[in-house]
């Protein structure tokens, strides 16, 4: 998921600490509410810390009656590459059936885009929302791969 619509940063407000806007407030509560009426399994939620991403996070725990502990903040997500995704995933261990980043474009992107061909040149739009199905098979390769790394 990528965080929803935030304010521009500026001279007063430096990019790390954006808030969401109240437009973005309430996409990122349609996409949750949207998540929890297909019944979307979410075990746990990596998010990095900026503030608009600990935001949408927070809306999105609330709508999904998430655990306090499902909620992880990852320090290396912040505008992070697919390589440090594919690394916060594999520090998981495996050990977590659905599992959810919220983060920053492009690397959620392009991190969607090495999952899914089908999403190559695609753009995640703001409280936009991908979702991957990934075969037992798959997700060991994806977990060997952050291991060589």
Do not use: C
């Amino acid at each position: 998921m990528r965080h929803a619509a935030a304010a521009p940063a500026g001279i007063d407000v430096p990019d790390y600490e954006r808030p969401l806007t109240a437009a973005g407030r309430a996409a990122a509560a349609r996409a949750a509410h949207q998540l929890a009426a297909e019944r979307a399994a979410v075990d746990r939620v990596l998010y990095s810390p900026a503030r608009r991403t600990r935001e949408t996070a927070a809306i999105l725990a609330g709508e999904l009656l998430l655990a306090p502990g499902a909620l992880r903040e990852v320090a290396a997500l912040y505008l992070a590459t697919p390589a440090a995704m594919r690394a916060a995933i594999g520090a998981q261990g495996g050990a977590v059936p659905s599992l959810m980043i919220i983060g920053h474009n492009p690397g959620l992107s392009d991190f969607g885009a090495e999952l899914d061909a089908r999403f190559a040149g695609s753009s995640l739009a703001t409280a936009g929302v991908w979702r991957f199905r990934l075969d037992p098979q798959a997700w060991r390769a994806l977990h060997s791969t952050v291991q060589k790394q």
